[in-house]
């Protein structure tokens, strides 16, 4: 009986989700985000770019 407690803890930080600023190319409204389809919370354009 072996019974080697491994007690592999692996944070996962893979916490690089930041938010994304994101500028409505309508209002020129900057927002931030994280998501693959934004839209303007100012005028709910998907017209967004990423800067
Ligand atoms: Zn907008």
């Keep these: 009986m072996c019974f080697a ?3 592999v803890s692996v944070e996962i930080e893979e916490g690089d ?7 409505c ?4 409204t900057k927002f931030r ?3 693959k389809k934004m839209r303007c919370p100012s005028c709910q ?3 967004v770019t990423k800067v």
């Design 5 to 7: 407690e491994s007690s």
């Design 17 to 23: 989700l930041v938010m994304e600023q994101y500028k």
């Design 25 to 28: 190319t309508d209002c020129n």
């Design 33 to 35: 985000g994280i998501g």
């Design 45 to 47: 354009s998907a017209n």
